[in-house]
């Protein structure tokens, strides 16, 4: 059966800085991987995804995620951080297409200013 | 396009009443799934129907919790009786199935309080 474990329940960047949100998997076939996005109050929406074909994903608000096999591993960066990222974000993976998510426990970003 | 719509919004009832959530799919989604949000779990999928017919209620926590679709563009998932356990946000989702897009669409939640 799949899995998502999360590293890091909270993450707190300054403004301006790198956001690493860490992501690993198990999966017993070749899976499909998604971040979401959550804000306060609102219901969670998708960032980005892996499918097929290229490993280096990229999303909305600058975000990106690289799927690498050999680590099982799915992490979420941005290169610069803005206060409006501020939400909790998680990681979803799923063997059937597309659907039937197994979400992580989530990861609250904060961010300084 | 009117996205997912859930009610109510929010839910406060006392130990024993009877909750009926009510979701509202975006149109032209054939995929509708039922998510538990809470700080000691997260979120948990508690079932899901495709073409309105249900295909995984392996998440449903116990009889008491039961989930329908009629038609095509709206689900109810109720708790009878309710308990205060059963506090938690509840989200419904739709997916079109098959397009290639796999992203699920969320409403905005049901926030329920069990007194």
């Known amino acids: 059966a799949q899995s998502v474990t999360q590293l890091g329940s909270h993450v707190s960047v300054s403004e301006g800085a790198l956001v690493l949100l860490r992501c690993n998997y198990s999966?017993?076939?070749?899976?499909?991987l998604f971040w979401y996005v959550q804000y306060p109050n609102q219901g969670l929406q998708l960032l980005l995804k892996?499918?097929?074909?290229?490993?280096l994903v990229k999303g909305i608000n600058g975000f990106e995620a690289e799927f690498k096999k050999s680590e099982t591993s799915f992490h979420l960066t941005k290169p610069s951080a803005h206060m409006s990222d501020a939400a909790e974000y998680f990681c979803?993976?799923?063997?059937?297409?597309?659907?039937?998510?197994?979400f992580g426990a989530g990861t609250i970003l904060r961010v300084k200013s | 396009d009117a996205g997912v719509i859930q009610s109510p919004r929010h839910e406060v009832t006392e130990m024993g009443q009877e909750v009926t959530l009510r979701c509202k799919p975006i149109?032209?989604?054939?995929?509708l799934f039922w998510y538990r949000q809470t700080m000691m779990r997260g979120l948990e999928l508690l079932i899901y129907?495709?073409?309105?017919?249900?295909?995984?209620d392996s998440g449903m926590p116990e009889d008491r919790f039961s989930a329908k679709m009629p038609n095509a563009s709206f689900s109810t998932l109720k708790i009878q009786p309710s308990e205060p356990r059963d506090s938690a946000v509840y989200f419904c989702?739709?997916?079109?199935?098959?397009?290639?897009?796999?992203?699920?669409?969320f409403g905005e939640g049901s926030r329920l309080t069990v007194l």
């Open positions: 892996y499918t097929t074909g290229a490993t």
């Open positions: 989702a739709s997916s079109v199935e098959r397009t290639g897009t796999g992203e699920l669409f």
């Open positions: 999966s017993s076939v070749p899976p499909y």
């Open positions: 979803a993976v799923s063997e059937e297409y597309g659907n039937k998510l197994v």
């Open positions: 149109s032209g989604h054939n995929s």
């Open positions: 129907f495709n073409n309105n017919v249900p295909i995984d």
